[in-house]
């Protein structure tokens, strides 16, 4: 059957009713645009946003992601993959294109789409909404779709051991160092994200723990009940995730809200216990089906998010840009706009750590070459959606509301009458009763500094969800989106923990060359058991001391998880000149030349600025100094957690410089390998040679009627053969 799409087929030229469909999608953007970039002093509906990345996302998705496809990179449906070639039913294993789109995305889909805009929004509305439709377009969909395709084609190799087999062991070695660190430290920021969304939440724990007996029905389901029946699992489980979410609204009528309002101490416990079980089980049995069973959850709020922006059609309350962007004073997070707002936003747009998942769990789950158009472009896309929606929902908000949500109890003072004199200062109106109000119709106490982005993006989905669906539910849709959250980010913390195990396995596999086999047992058990001590340490330390553990490198997130991009579009550059294709390195090479302007601006700006607020060094002399004189500084509240907050800016410093460094040498080490590639026309790469793939499966999203008729064809050969099988 075809499921090859040819470059000539790519050449085809389109239907007349093809051109005007695509040449309307091109004007609708292109209005929409037009008013985002002019609109000055008046209202502005949040409309134009919305539709502005919905054109652009598909006419990117159409066009360039084929392009890249099928001209930069190759992919070859003829072409067995790793999944169908290295089949062992536990990381590697042949997966419906569906179901892994579903595990993909709900992997990459962290904290940083949902926190990093509504931060950002102290910009204004317009610097995050260029960056993150721009930025994913031509950079974090190309990074992702890249990497995803170079791993294929290496057994699913993890991102450090590629750069070390393809650049060099320098480069390699300090890939190696700085994307494990990274990785770690990432982890146990989105585990601390969950943490705080479930403490005494019994409806989120009710309902995101009952997801795990579901996807361990789907994953049975599909693989010994009714193998490929994806969309009758599909109606089950979503039935069964729905029934999940409802039900949990209820825990305390069922008399389950005491068992199930757990401390912090014991959701560590739990994640790490989870973690671990996640990354040694079969891919199937939990981890697949439990990703794409959230995905349903995840891009159905946003969507129903869409649906109720078109229903409600809210104004823009931000300005388009602030002066907080200009002057680098913002209440929420000090810095200018450059760097500071592409650093905030970063997963939105672009994000080492999806790199990390196109380089661990995916690769060896993909069952066509075709699929990492779809899966890599156009789950980084979906992402990109959620963040622009993140970034409406807080942009619609009340500006006064939305900083005394953001911004710091040392500003606000706690209280609504303290909080709106602050709110004063900056410029905004905003009274003590107006406050008051906000936090009793969503029933909560306070929403005064409820700072780190989860609740001012609940309470913008509450906003638009009442307005658009009525029924006076704001405070059912403000805790919906707080569970919805946390679920949103758990799936994360799962997958990168089976990729944090992968990257171990690598780099110890490079002396003990037994370590490095991902089906046995006492390696990857034991590379598991590292990953969550590391994290789970780093967790519970951060949520038994507020300036400890994982809060002392929490700063470090952002920037981090960027230099982790730099990396990974190294190794993209790398590998198109050695594969001969250097006309192309202009595709990943533009995001590589802006993100390591971006990174490395940032980098020495938290390094050596002179602004306490910014700089880590200049804070450490601040505070040293202040310790001398035997004063105290916020967030201090004794001697001792002056010299904790010490050490802790010291070695987010020292940490700072070091990862920008080990990036450098990676950058230092590839650049002669470009040029020795870019003069002999190409270079021998770690590509594992080609064999023939006998697997049947569609080259797309939605199959044709050809390829659904040679896809019954081939299940109904398969099980013949296993029907024979056991004849015999």
């Known amino acids: 059957m075809p499921t090859v799409t040819s470059p000539d087929q790519m050449r085809r030229k389109m239907t007349p009713k093809a051109m005007v469909g695509w ?8 209005v929409c645009w037009t008013v985002l970039a002019l609109a000055r ?7 134009w946003i919305l539709f502005a990345a919905l054109s652009s996302y598909a006419i990117a998705y159409r066009f360039y ?42 992997a990459i889909a962290g904290a940083g789409p949902l926190v990093g805009p509504v931060l950002a929004a102290q910009m204004g509305y317009l610097p995050g909404t260029i960056w993150i439709i721009v930025g994913v377009i031509f950079a974090g969909a190309v990074q992702d779709m890249v990497v995803l395709f170079f791993s294929m084609r290496r057994n699913g190799k993890s991102l450090g051991q590629m750069v070390r087999e393809e650049i060099g062991t320098v480069g390699g070695i300090a890939a190696l160092i700085a994307v494990f660190s990274i990785m770690i430290i990432i982890l146990a920021v989105l585990a601390l994200v969950v943490v705080n969304a479930l403490a005494a939440s019994p409806w989120g724990v009710f309902s995101i723990g009952l997801t795990i007996p579901i996807a361990l029905f789907m994953g049975y389901y599909l693989r010994y009940l009714r193998p490929g029946r994806v969309m009758e699992v599909t109606a089950i489980g979503v039935v069964l995730l729905v029934l999940a979410i409802v039900g949990g609204n209820y825990v305390q009528q069922m008399g389950l809200a005491d068992a199930l309002t757990l401390s912090p101490n014991k959701l560590v416990l739990a994640l790490v216990v989870y973690g671990f079980v996640a990354s040694i089980l079969p891919v199937w049995m939990l981890l697949a089906p439990r990703d794409y069973l959230s995905t349903f959850m995840k891009v159905g709020v946003i969507v129903l998010l869409a649906v109720g922006l078109v229903i409600a059609r809210p104004v823009l309350e931000s300005q388009a840009v602030t002066s907080f962007a200009l002057k680098g004073n913002g ?15 970063a997963c939105g747009a672009l994000s080492g750590f999806h790199a990390l998942i196109a380089s661990g769990t995916t690769p060896k789950m993909i069952s066509k070459e075709s699929h990492v158009r779809m899966i890599g472009y156009g789950g980084m896309l979906t992402e990109s959606f959620v963040a622009i929606s993140a970034l409406i929902a807080a942009s619609v908000i009340n500006q006064g509301i939305y900083f005394a949500i953001n911004s710091p109890a040392g500003s606000t003072g706690g209280t609504p009458a303290a909080a709106a004199q602050f709110i004063g200062t900056l410029g905004m109106t905003i009274t003590p009763a107006d406050l008051a109000a906000a936090a009793q119709s969503i029933h909560e106490t306070t929403l005064i500094s409820r700072t780190g982005g989860a609740p001012t993006l609940a309470f913008g989905i ?22 919805f959250e946390a679920l949103f980010i758990l799936t994360a913390v799962d997958a990168g923990t089976r990729v944090g195990r992968f990257m171990l396995q690598d780099t110890i596999g490079n ?52 230099l982790l991009a730099a990396i990974a579009l190294t190794l993209c550059v790398s590998l198109l000149f050695k594969h001969g ?36 060094f200049q804070q450490r002399s601040v505070f040293q100094t202040a310790l001398d004189k035997g004063l105290l500084i916020k967030p201090a509240k004794t001697m001792d957690q002056m010299q904790q907050v010490i050490t802790n800016v010291t070695v987010d410093g020292v940490l700072q410089a070091l990862f920008a460094v080990l990036t450098l040498t990676v950058i230092a080490s590839a650049i002669p390998v470009w040029i020795k590639a870019a003069k002999s026309g190409g270079l021998p790469t770690a590509e594992v040679p080609r064999q023939p793939s006998h697997l049947v499966a569609p080259a797309e999203l939605f199959a044709t009627a050809l390829e659904k008729q040679a896809v019954r064809e081939y299940e109904d050969s398969q099980r013949k053969l296993v029907a024979s099988g056991r004849s015999r």
Do not use: C
């Not at 040449?23 to 292109?30: M, Q």
């Open 23 to 30: 040449g309307a999608v091109a004007v609708v953007g292109a």
């Open 41 to 47: 002093g008046e209202n502005v509906s949040a409309l």
């Open 65 to 106: 992601s084929r392009f890249i496809a099928y001209k930069v990179l190759g992919v070859d449906n003829t072409r067995a993959t790793p999944a169908e070639r290295l089949q062992n039913g536990i990381d590697y294993d042949v997966t419906d294109r569906r179901v892994l789109f579903g595990h993909h995305f709900a």
């Open 331 to 345: 209440p929420v997070f000090a810095g200018k706009l450059f760097p500071f707002v592409f650093i905030t936003i």
């Open 462 to 483: 509450s906003l638009v969800f009442t307005k658009a669906f009525g029924g006076g539910l704001a405070a059912f849709w403000y805790h919906f989106a707080i569970m």
């Open 511 to 562: 002396v003990w060359h037994k370590y490095a086999d991902i089906s046995w047992k006492p390696a990857s058990w034991s590379a598991s058991a590292v990953v969550v001590a590391l994290w789970g340490y780093m967790l519970y330390v951060g949520v038994n001391d507020p300036i400890g553990g994982i809060y002392q490198l929490f700063p470090l997130f952002g920037i981090s998880n960027q």
């Open 581 to 616: 294709k250097a006309r192309y390195v202009w595709v990943p090479g533009i995001a590589l030349a802006w993100d390591l302007i971006v990174t490395m601006t940032a980098s020495w700006q938290k390094v050596f600025s002179g602004d306490v607020k910014i700089g880590f």
